[in-house]
T-cell receptor, first 114, second 115 residues
Framework: ETGVTQTPRHLVMGMTNKKSLKCEQHLGHNAMYWYKQSAKKPLELMFVYSLEERVENNSVPSRFSPECPNSSHLFLHLHTLQPEDSALYLC?????????????FGSGTRLTVV | AQSVTQPDIHITVSEGASLELRCNYSYGATPYLFWYVQSPGQGLQLLLKYFSGDTLVQGIKGFEAEFKRSQSSCNLGKPSVHWSDAAEYFCAVGARGTSYGKLTFGQGTILTVHP
C-alpha cells in the first residue's frame, strides 16, 4: 500500500471513447500531480493541483481534462485520445506543497489507445 | 530551465558488486534532489532526498547518494547489490521556493543484476 491509489490499473479505450482515471490519497497531502510516462522518455508533468487549485497546466492537449474535487481526489478525464497517448499515467502527492518531502506515487494506470 | 541528465541508460552488475548510478543536473541554485526506484508495472518509490547540509545522504534499502555541488552531480550508490535491486532508477530535482513542488526527472537508468 503506497498511500496513493490509482484506478483502474489497466485501461484500453478506442479513440472515440470517454473515460476517466481516478487517484485517491489519504495522506493529508496538499498537492497532487499527474505525470505521463512513455517508453524511452522522461516523466512528463501534466498538471499540478495545490490546495485543490490547478497551478500548472504543462501545455497538455485539451483532450486531457483534470478535476480535483477535494484534497484527497484527483481525476483525469479522457476523450478522443490518439494512439500516441498510450502510456503509463502516474498520480503523485506531496505533503507541503513545495515537494521537499518528495512525492508519493501511485502504481499508475497503463493506458492503451486503439 | 532546470534539467536532469542520467548518462547511463542501462547498467549491468553482478550480485554483490558495488553500484554507482550517475545524475547531473542543471539549475541556477542548489535544488532539492531525489532518487526514486521503479519496479516493472509499479509506481515510483522514494529512495532518498537531499535538501542541504551533509553531502552524503543515506536512503532506504542500503542506498546512499553523494551530492557534489561543484560538479552539479548527485550520484546514487550501494556497496553490495542484491538481485532484488534490479529496477529502473530516476533522479529528480525540485526548485526551491516554488509553491507546489514541481519535480523534473531524468530519463532513468535500468539496472540489471546478474547472479
Amino acid at each position: 500500500e503506497t498511500g496513493v491509489t490509482q484506478t483502474p490499473r489497466h485501461l484500453v479505450m478506442g479513440m472515440t471513447n470517454k473515460k476517466s482515471l481516478k487517484c485517491e490519497q489519504h495522506l493529508g497531502h496538499n498537492a497532487m500531480y499527474w505525470y505521463k510516462q512513455s517508453a524511452k522518455k522522461p516523466l512528463e508533468l501534466m498538471f499540478v493541483y495545490s490546495l485543490e487549485e490547478r497551478v500548472e497546466n504543462n501545455s497538455v492537449p485539451s483532450r486531457f481534462s483534470p478535476e480535483c474535487p477535494n484534497s484527497s481526489h484527483l481525476f483525469l478525464h479522457l476523450h478522443t485520445l490518439q494512439p500516441e497517448d498510450s502510456a503509463l499515467y502516474l498520480c503523485a502527492s506531496s505533503q507541503d506543497g513545495q515537494g521537499r518531502g518528495g512525492y508519493t506515487f501511485g502504481s499508475g494506470t497503463r493506458l492503451t489507445v486503439v | 530551465a532546470q534539467s536532469v541528465t542520467q548518462p547511463d541508460i542501462h547498467i549491468t552488475v553482478s550480485e554483490g558488486a558495488s553500484l554507482e548510478l550517475r545524475c547531473n543536473y542543471s539549475y541556477g541554485a542548489t535544488p532539492y534532489l531525489f532518487w526514486y526506484v521503479q519496479s516493472p508495472g509499479q509506481g515510483l518509490q522514494l529512495l532518498l532526498k537531499y535538501f542541504s547540509g551533509d553531502t552524503l545522504v543515506q536512503g532506504i534499502k542500503g542506498f546512499e547518494a553523494e551530492f557534489k555541488r561543484s560538479q552539479s552531480s548527485c550520484n546514487l550508490g550501494k556497496p553490495s547489490v542484491h538481485w532484488s535491486d534490479a529496477a529502473e532508477y530516476f533522479c529528480a530535482v525540485g526548485a526551491r521556493g516554488t509553491s507546489y513542488g514541481k519535480l523534473t526527472f531524468g530519463q532513468g537508468t535500468i539496472l540489471t543484476v546478474h547472479p
